[in-house]
């Protein structure tokens, strides 16, 4: 079965700083990959997701990701990271040969200092 | 673009009676719902796969007698916790894919915004 493993439980970051959050999974077929943000009392939305093709995927807001497929990874990137930042980031996988269903990782709580 | 509507958002009842959760595809029509139960500080825990016009497809441990799923249109799913206990006090998400979409964009899955269930 697909699982998901997410590194950072919380991170705090001061405003400018640039953010990696990592996260990598287990299964070896064709996977689908997606972060989703959690804003403070709002629902999960779509940050960005990687279906095929350039494996540099950029997403809303100045988010990007990288799926290295030799690392099972799918690291979250932003250059300068903003207060509106703040939430809890979550990745998940699909294999979309298998069935329909999404694995999230246990997500990571970024904390943006102003 | 797509819009998942879950109701009621909040809701407080007695140990022992049971509680109905709505989930509604407002702008497409959902073959297939999703529902989980997300922990404090934990993430979302896959309950079942709710499926239009057939039986619901729940995860291993999940109690199919306790979570009762019924998907009787295209844009509705409702979960209901039976004879709720304090133990099932959570918060609740549903979310739908649009079949429609083309190619892996049919895996993206829409959320709502979550029920947070009280039970005393």
């Known amino acids: 079965a697909q699982s998901v493993s997410q590194h950072n439980h919380h991170v705090i970051l001061s405003e400018a700083a640039s953010l990696e959050l990592g996260c990598n999974y287990s299964?070896?077929?064709?996977?689908?990959l997606f972060w989703y943000v959690q804003y403070p009392g709002q629902h999960l939305q779509l940050l960005l997701k990687y279906f095929s093709g350039d494996p540099l995927v950029k997403g809303i807001k100045g988010f990007e990701a990288e799926f290295i497929k030799s690392k099972f990874s799918f690291n979250l990137r932003k250059p300068s990271v903003q207060w509106s930042d703040t939430a809890e980031y979550f990745c998940a996988v699909n294999a979309p040969g298998r069935d329909d269903k999404i694995i999230f990782g246990k997500g990571t709580r970024l904390h943006i200092l102003p | 673009g797509a819009v998942v509507s879950q109701h009621p958002s909040w809701v407080i009842c007695k140990s022992g009676t049971s509680v109905k959760i709505e989930c509604r595809s407002l702008d497409f029509q959902a073959t297939t719902m999703f529902w989980y139960r997300q922990f404090p500080k934990q993430s979302l825990m896959l309950m079942a796969t709710s499926n239009e016009g057939s039986k619901a497809t729940y995860e291993q441990g999940v109690e199919k007698d306790k979570f009762l799923i019924n998907h009787a249109s295209l844009t509705l799913s409702t979960l209901t916790v039976t004879s709720a206990h304090p133990e099932d006090s959570s918060f609740y998400i549903c979310?739908?894919?649009?079949?429609?979409?083309?190619?892996?964009?049919?895996?993206?899955?829409?959320f709502g915004a979550g029920t947070r269930l009280s039970v005393l």
């Open positions: 299964y070896g077929g064709t996977v689908n």
């Open positions: 979310s739908a894919r649009d079949p429609t979409l083309d190619r892996g964009s049919k895996n993206i899955q829409y």
